[in-house]
């Protein structure tokens, strides 16, 4: 009994802090990060962190500063936004399951293909590995690596726009990944920088 009662006030302690906004929102340990609700329109959907939690700079993910750079076998390729936007895009129904403890429903998201990308720069056939870098500067999961399979997926995304709008900035704008059955700390947010084939 005393080891239960231990464990529900535990659990109690370091999830509380999800009801509240402010600074009392950073003790809930097993619990989001993100806004108080998710909001609605198209990136009404819950979020871990939030780009100013993660200290996502403004400045860095405008149209003239951010670009995304494409590392591979055959050298490097630096794509705007727009670039991107000019690719063959494509759609997944996805949901993002968080090592939090909470999952969302399929959301619509839109963008290139992970094995697209792997394309320009030297590889046609079978996607490798890929490496993914993002903004954020500090946390264990400003960084992910992918398989070759999850590459190779046709759902696999750098996702551009999510319900038929622009990706919200704490749902990652400019660009983030979208990967299937893979858990949410793997779907990079704010990505600056895929490196295929091992090559980081």
């Not at 909470?102 to 792997?118: F, I, K």
Request: charged share 20%; with cysteine; net charge positive.
């Amino acid at each position: 009994l005393w080891a239960v009662g231990g464990g529900s006030l535990l659990l109690l302690a370091t999830s509380a802090g999800r009801s509240f906004d402010g600074p009392l929102r950073s003790t809930a340990l097993l619990a989001p990060h993100g806004g108080a609700e998710p909001g609605g329109g198209p990136n009404g959907f819950q979020i871990n962190k939030t780009a100013a939690y993660a200290g996502i700079d403004p400045a860095e993910t405008g149209e003239e500063a951010w670009r995304l750079v494409v590392a591979g076998r055959t050298g490097t390729v630096r794509l705007a936004r727009a670039d991107l936007l000019r690719m063959r895009q494509h759609g997944a129904a996805l949901p993002i399951a968080c090592v939090e403890g909470w999952s969302t429903a399929d959301q619509a998201w839109r963008g290139v293909r992970l094995r697209d990308l792997a394309a320009l720069v030297g590889f046609d056939g079978d996607p490798p590995d890929v490496f993914v870098e993002s903004l954020q500067r500090a946390g264990s999961f400003r960084h992910g690596a992918l398989r070759a399979n999850q590459v190779a997926d046709p759902r696999s995304l750098l996702a551009l726009s999510v319900n038929g709008g622009t990706l919200s900035p704490d749902h990652g704008y400019p660009a983030r990944i979208i990967v299937p059955a893979a858990p949410g700390v793997l779907n990079t947010k704010w990505v600056a920088r895929m490196t295929f084939g091992g090559l980081a």
